[in-house]
């Protein structure tokens, strides 16, 4: 990620509804939720969770698909270990040992696998 995507990402997330419904995602993969259900779990009127969405949508932190006549979104886990990995990419100045514990707690839990169609 460039500078550029990872301000965007941040950007998106940095609003209280955007980053519960992220984690939310987050929390359904695989399967996702539809939008209705999002808008429903948080308690959040269905035009705003959909300008919420497009927001995340357009930072490429979740991505959607059709299914009848619901819309499934799913968290993009790749794009978040992408963010991840920028984070912490110059870590520990040159001194890679200092940041083993912590790159230990961002591996990902083995349900949490990146699928590259995310």
Known sequence: ????????????????????AFRLLVR??????????????????H???SSHL??????????SKRQGRSIIYRASLSRMNDMLGFMVNDCCAGHPEL??????????A?????DPKT
């Open 1 to 20: 990620m460039d500078t550029n995507e990872i301000i965007e990402a941040f950007t998106a997330l940095s609003q209280i509804t955007r980053l519960d």
């Open 28 to 45: 359904n993969e695989p399967a996702g939720l539809a939008a209705g259900e999002l808008a429903r779990l948080l308690d959040v009127p």
């Open 47 to 49: 035009n705003t969770m």
């Open 54 to 63: 497009g927001v995340l949508s357009r930072s490429g932190l979740v991505k």
């Open 99 to 108: 940041c083993q514990p912590l790159l230990q707690e961002l591996s990902p």
């Open 110 to 114: 083995p349900s949490c696998k990146t």
